[in-house]
C-alpha cells in the first residue's frame, strides 16, 4: 500500500508537465513497476519511455506505451525510480535488481530524478543493505580482492548475469563514510562496471511512503 502510495505520487508529481513530445525515463524494480502501470490511463497524454531494464521495457510496451532507445530520446525531463536505501542528502544505494548500470546511464541523462520508495528504505548511512557492483566477469575475483581492501566483504551473486551480460558482487558489512568519494573510488577498479552508490547523482525529489501519507523531500 506504501508503495502503491508512492508510485500515485509520482504521477501527480510528473503529469503537469507532460506533452505529446516527453519522453520519460523509467526505473526497475517493484515500485517502478506499480508506477508503470500508472502511466497506461495516461499514454496518450506523452510520447514514451526509456526504460532502464528489459523487464520495464517489456512492462511498458504490454501496456501500450512506446519505448524509445536513450539514444534517440536525448535529455528526458524526468527520471522515476525506486531504491534500496536513501539518505537525508538524496543519495542512494540501488542494484538490488540488478539493473543499476542502465539505471546510472538513464537517471544521468534526466533532468529531475524522482525517487519513489517506502519508508523502510530511509537510512541514516548509506550502506546497511549490501552494496552491488557490476564487473566484467573476467575482473570478479581482482574486484574482490580490492574491495576487501576497502573494508567490504565481498560475495558474488550466484547465478545472476546482468543486461549487460556482467555479473555482480555485493558488499556486505561495508562503512560508507563519504559515498561521493566512495563511489569514485569504486569506479576506479579495475573491472568495475557500475557501483550501486548513486550519490555523486543523487536524487532530486524524494517520494517517501509512511503509514501517515507520502512525504516529498526535494535536495
Ligand atoms: O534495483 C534497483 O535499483 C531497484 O530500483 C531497487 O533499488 C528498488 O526495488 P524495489 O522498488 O522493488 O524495492
Redo the contacts with the bound molecule.
Sequence with gaps: AL?AAVADAAVQEISPWLDKNTVLGI???????LFIDRLSPLRDRFRGAVASSDASAERLKALGIEVLTLNSAGILPFYV????EVNAALQ?????????TR?KIVAACAERFIC???GS?QVKRLGQFPL?VEVIPMARSHVGRELVKLGAEPVYRQGVITDNGNQIIDCYDFTIDDPIEMEARLNAIAGVVTN?LFAARGADVLLLGKEDGVARTTR
Excluded: F, Q
Excluded at 526505473?27 to 513497476?33: E, H, I, R
Excluded at 542512494?92 to 543499476?100: E, F, Q, R, T
Design positions: 508503495k526505473g526497475t524494480g517493484s515500485t517502478a513497476n525510480d525506486g531504491a534500496d542512494m544505494i540501488k542494484g538490488g535488481g540488478a539493473a543499476l539505471e519513489i520508495a517506502d528504505k552491488p550501486g
